[in-house]
Structures are given as structure tokens and as C-alpha cells.
């Protein structure tokens, strides 16, 4: 009996991140000890992480911040399309028509209830002309309901920025949702009682991210791990050297083990060297350990970071033991104080530290991409679906932000920048047919 693989519906990608500012994932609140302020470690091994969790809030908000940018231009050229629409309907007069295009550049194209309001406050449409508001409210509601019946693509969609269903992004998909109570097609027009929108519910961010609606949930499409330290930056008697331990790279899949390729030497640290072996000391932080060197397959071809490369003779391996020890005995504490408006000097009782890990932290963790478009229900449910490349596309263009915006607490007082790299994980069957 012969059994046929199935068809790949998940797509698996190994990330590699450098840090080049200390990075403060916080717990929250205060606590009695070294710092006032702690970092979010791993409840079992204790050492420091970025969580998941904050690394997928953070990116679904730099996709959007992508894909606004991008679409802005397109945005503009489609005022043209919608003030013809509102004289085809009878919502404006030709008078009105001619003074709503010669302010396009004053009319928000953020959304929906952002290009109303901008048409209201052009044509002066204040609570009394009550008729008139309506007439236009609903042309544009019945002009965006339109579009997204529409089943063919526009001629510039070539690119995951371009799809018709993005004309209702709006940068709210990016947080919170604010009308979550609203049924998924109210959802583009939807506000609050103080005005605020939500999740649009049909763009790339909503259906790759994730969003909830009255009527309608979906998970999302993309998943993140957490990011643990694969190398730690420590200093020592021989300039910065970065600590991992053998188990980690075997995670982090970088251990080769016996397999083919160019054995490099690393320094093993170690609590004990037998007689007769070489012997010579190094410290790491209050550490003092004898180590020996050691040719071992290691695979360090997708640590290189723009103007950075990590060699081997620069990493030392310790035991799993030492790790979490060495890990947090060298964590950045910084001392920081309020200060006081009036007199522009510190404010007594108000001094505090916060912990953080140090700049030059390699860490390792995975995306995972969900293709759920091999389901005639859930096409039938929520339409058009974006594809594995154009989610990873929109990962990778977006990925710069966290070079200048960062990750985490206190970024604009110098923490939370990152370079992040990430590669497909391939199968047995995959690296046989590229060998």
C-alpha cells in the first residue's frame, strides 16, 4: 500500500534575532529585590524571553503600518471613483462634486467613517442637515459593499498590498477592537459611541492576525513562538564572548551533529578537565571555568545580521547547568529617577531600576503559516484567504520597523531594536532534492 503525502498546508520558518539595544519585556508592576522593574523569563528554565504574544502584537501593527503606507497612493487615485459614485447616486450636486475634488487632498482615505467625515466637514454638513448625512452615508456604504463583491482582482494587484479586500484596512486592525459586538459585514462601517472603528474583518492583517466579530471568529493564519537566547553576550578577559550550551544549538538547529561539513573549534567550558588535557581559564561575569577547545559541526551561516557576524571563536559553550546562571548574573540594570516638572531636577523617592537584556542577544524561535484556504466552508465563510507567500511577504517587508521602533517597554529611552532574520524550514525530502 502506497501512501500519498498530503498537501502542504503549513509552512514552517526558522527566526534568528540580534539585539541592538536592550530589550525590556516587563512583567508588570513592581517588585521587591535586585531591580524594581523585572523581565519576562521562561517559568521553567528561568531564563529571560520575548514572548509570542508581544512579538505578534507588535508585528501585526508594523503589517499594517506596511500596508497603509503603501496603499495610501492607491487610496488617493480611488477619490476620483467615489465622488463620481456619490453624483451617480444623487448624494451630492455638481457643485458639491466640484468642491469635494478640489479638496481630495483634505479628504482622509484611512477608512470608511474617516472619508465620511471628511466629506461632511468640506460640504460644512453639520447635525442639521441630518437628511443629507444620511443619503451620503449610505451611497458610501453601498459603493464599498460593491467592491468587496467584487470577485476579480485589480489590474495592480500583483503584490500582497494590492488586494481589493485591504481597501478596508484601517490602522485600528492593528489593535484592539473596538466594535467587536458589530456583525463581520457592519464591520468596515462600524463605530462605537465615542466614534472609534475596529477590526475591519477582510483585510490581510484581520485575516492573517486574527479578529473576532459577533457573528463570526477566526484564529488567524500565522503563529508565533516565543524567542528564547541562543548566544548571550558576556564580558570577558578576552573582549565579548557569547555563551550557549550544546543543547540550545541542538534546539535552535544550528548542531549538525556528525553530518558532513566543516568542523569548526569552539571553547568548551567546563567545571572539570581530566588530566592530561590542555588547561587554561577564562571568567564569565564572577564565573571562573576551565575550558578546552573542540571541533564540533555547527552551522553559523544564518547568524549574519547586517554589519555583524558571529565566528566561532567568539562563542563559548557551557553546561546547561551554568547557562541560566551566567544568563542572569549578567542582565543590564539600569537606575533611572523621576524627575520633577517644576523644579527640572530629581524627585525625591522616586529612583527605581529596571533589568534588561543586554544589546548583542542572538535569540531563536519559529513562525508558523496556516494555509486554511483548502476548505470549501471556510472560503465559503470569510472569501478570499491570503496564500502563504503573501503572509510571509508581508512579514518580511514589514520586518524593518523593529530595526527603528523596536520591541517591548521604554523605546524611546534606547531599548527594544532588533534585526530579525527568517528561513524556511525544510523537510528530509527537500534538502534530498536540493542534494
Request: charged share 25%; aromatic share 10%.
Amino acid at each position: 500500500m502506497s501512501c500519498e503525502s498530503p498537501k502542504k498546508v503549513v509552512q514552517e520558518f526558522k527566526l534568528f534575532s540580534l539585539a541592538t539595544d536592550p530589550v525590556y519585556i516587563g512583567t508588570g508592576g513592581f517588585t521587591i529585590g535586585r531591580v524594581d522593574n523585572t523581565i519576562v523569563r521562561d517559568p521553567i528554565t528561568k531564563l529571560p524571553k520575548i514572548p509570542g504574544s508581544s512579538l505578534a502584537g507588535t508585528w501585526r501593527y508594523y503589517v499594517t503600518l506596511e500596508l497603509l503606507t503603501a496603499i495610501k497612493k492607491l487610496r488617493k487615485e480611488h477619490l476620483n471613483e467615489i465622488i463620481d459614485f456619490l453624483k451617480s447616486e444623487g448624494a451630492i450636486s455638481d457643485e458639491e462634486k466640484n468642491s469635494l475634488e478640489n479638496n481630495k487632498e483634505n479628504i482622509s482615505t484611512g477608512s470608511f467613517n474617516h472619508i465620511k467625515n471628511s466629506i461632511y466637514e468640506i460640504l460644512k454638513l453639520d447635525s442639521d442637515n441630518a437628511e443629507k448625512r444620511k443619503n451620503i452615508h449610505e451611497s458610501l456604504k453601498r459603493y464599498f459593499d460593491e467592491r468587496l463583491a467584487i470577485e476579480s482582482l485589480p489590474d495592480n494587484s500583483h503584490s500582497w498590498k494590492y488586494s481589493k479586500y485591504n481597501n478596508f484596512s484601517q490602522i485600528t486592525c492593528a489593535g484592539q477592537d473596538n466594535v467587536p459586538q458589530e456583525d463581520i459585514k457592519n464591520s468596515p462601517f462600524a463605530t462605537n459611541k465615542d466614534g472609534n472603528t475596529g477590526h475591519c474583518g477582510h483585510c490581510i492583517v484581520c485575516k492573517g492576525f486574527g479578529f473576532s466579530k459577533k457573528d463570526l471568529s477566526w484564529q488567524g493564519m500565522v503563529y508565533f513562538s516565543d524567542l528564547q537566547i541562543l548566544f548571550f553576550p558576556v564580558f570577558t578577559r578576552l573582549g565579548t564572548k557569547w555563551v550557549t550550551t550544546k543543547e540550545i544549538l541542538k534546539d535552535a538547529g544550528l548542531d549538525n551533529g556528525e553530518n558532513p561539513g566543516v568542523a569548526q573549534q569552539f571553547f568548551v567550558a567546563t567545571e572539570k578537565i581530566e588530566d592530561g588535557e590542555q588547561k587554561d581559564y577564562i571568567n564569565l561575569g564572577w564565573i571562573y571555568l576551565p575550558y578546552k577547545k573542540e571541533e564540533i559541526f555547527i552551522d553559523l551561516s544564518k547568524l549574519k545580521f547586517d554589519k555583524f557576524e558571529l565566528k566561532s571563536e567568539d562563542i563559548i559553550i557551557v553546561s546547561e547547568d551554568l547557562f541560566s546562571q551566567i544568563v542572569n548574573s549578567n542582565l543590564e540594570v539600569r537606575t533611572s529617577v523621576s524627575i520633577n516638572p517644576i523644579t527640572g531636577a530629581a524627585k525625591e523617592g522616586a529612583l527605581f531600576t529596571s533589568e534588561a537584556i543586554p544589546r548583542g542577544t542572538i535569540f531563536y524561535g519559529s513562525i508558523r503559516i496556516f494555509n486554511k484556504a483548502f476548505s470549501e466552508e471556510i472560503k465559503s465563510k470569510f472569501g478570499k484567504l491570503p496564500t502563504l507567500e503573501d503572509l510571509k511577504c508581508a512579514l518580511d517587508d514589514s520586518k524593518h520597523y523593529f530595526e527603528t521602533l523596536g520591541i517591548g517597554g521604554m523605546t524611546t529611552r534606547g531599548f527594544g531594536r532588533l534585526k530579525i532574520n527568517f528561513d524556511e524550514v525544510k523537510t528530509n525530502e527537500q534538502n534530498e532534492a536540493q542534494n
